[in-house]
């Protein structure tokens, strides 16, 4: 057996530290996204067997957790959140909003654990972050709302060039879902839920830190 969620994370390993090297202004947005997104990898309890069940090789912390689980979040949240500003050589985005639209998404999702409309994990993680996200959208004007779309659409056009690779040269990677359980829709004979939740990801981590950190400079000058 392989350890494919190695596989998963070296290419956004790689960028992670190509992008600490070739943009010393994106580095603390590149830490901050990817201690942020580390912890959300700490849900793999939550997936594992309701969304997949890995059939390939894992290195376990807990029984439903694993360490790739953790390093593959880390490396993916902070490349996820500069992609778009090192492929452009865009800077820091100064968008003025209440940090508090960046908690809609988190709290959206704690309808999951009532399960109102008894649907699988990932339908409640991608809509809580396409709502969040796109409120953010709303609130940031047309200029910052075209490069929020625009990183969503290529960090998932970059997921998908790596997701599809593996998918077709690892067996082990298609038998870990039960498709039973996900919408049947496919693209490429990948369930469409990988590219929703990437897309709403990218919509909904990309400008957290830079509006925590707008808001803290602002109130740094009023002092």
Do not use: C, H
Request: proline letters at 5%; hydrophobic letters at 55%; a positive charge.
């Amino acid at each position: 057996m392989t350890y494919v969620y190695l596989f998963l994370t070296a290419p956004y390993l790689l960028l992670w530290f190509l992008f600490l090297v070739l943009r010393r202004d994106l580095r603390k947005k590149l830490l901050f996204s990817s201690i942020f997104a580390s912890l959300l990898g700490i849900s793999e309890i939550l997936f594992v067997p309701e969304y997949w069940d890995p059939q390939f090789q894992t290195i376990p912390i807990l029984k439903e957790l694993f360490l790739e689980s953790l390093l593959f979040t880390f490396f993916l949240g902070g490349v996820v959140a500069t992609f778009y500003q090192v492929l452009f050589k865009e800077k820091n985005f100064n968008l003025n909003m209440k940090p508090l639209f960046t908690l809609i998404a988190p709290i959206l999702f704690l309808a999951y654990f009532f399960n109102p409309f008894n649907l699988n994990i990932m339908v409640y993680v991608y809509l809580s972050m396409y709502i969040g996200g796109l409120i953010v959208i709303s609130l940031s004007g047309k200029i910052f709302s075209v490069k929020l779309l625009y990183s969503a659409l290529i960090n998932t056009v970059f997921y998908a060039l790596v997701y599809f690779t593996l998918w077709y040269i690892f067996p082990e990677l298609p038998a870990s879902y039960d498709f039973s359980k996900l919408s049947g829709l496919l693209i490429g004979g990948t369930p469409i839920e990988e590219f929703l939740w990437i897309s709403s990801f990218s919509l909904y981590l990309t400008p957290v830190y830079d509006i925590w950190r707008s808001y803290f400079r602002k109130s740094d000058s009023k002092l």
